[in-house]
């Protein structure tokens, strides 16, 4: 037996909703989420339309396909929310030049305008979670691993 299965033999009942990393990661995904909400409503923005900004500040311009690449969504769920923020003024929707079959999202004025005040959102996450900064990075590395792990 391994270590890791030695620990597992130890937990005593392993069906127990608190013992159980699908439940952990739901509620403070959630709860996480939730701590966004007042300060994204003011921008008119939800947390997945943010992710998509925040994507774009970084990369933009960027094809559909590597946008959905990105964010680890399908087209199907990211195309509604393009059209979300291209109906706001964020974003605009264009075939390449280069390749009419390729969809390229660019930032509008008021889309890269917009960035300016999304600049103020991780240090009042950070504050409001009430954890110090390095077991917030560990956190992140360690979630990262995990979509590393199931993602391949």
Request: some cysteine; overall charge negative.
């Amino acid at each position: 037996m391994t270590d890791d299965a030695d620990l597992a033999a130890k937990i005593p009942n392993p069906l127990a909703l608190e013992h159980q990393v699908c439940f952990a990661l739901a509620v403070a995904s959630r709860n996480v989420i939730a701590l966004y909400r007042p300060m994204l409503e003011p921008m008119g923005l939800t947390h997945p339309q943010y992710l998509v900004m925040l994507a774009l500040w970084q990369h933009a311009p960027l094809s559909v396909k590597d946008l959905s690449r990105l964010l680890q969504l399908d087209p199907g769920t990211l195309s509604p929310l393009l059209k979300r923020l291209e109906t706001a003024g964020l974003i605009h929707r264009r075939r390449a030049p280069h390749d009419e079959r390729v969809l390229e999202v660019t930032l509008t004025e008021p889309g890269r305008a917009l960035r300016a005040d999304a600049e103020r959102i991780p240090p009042a996450v950070v504050e409001r979670l009430g954890m110090p900064l390095e077991e917030l990075l560990q956190l992140h590395a360690a979630l990262t691993r995990v979509i590393e792990i199931t993602t391949t």
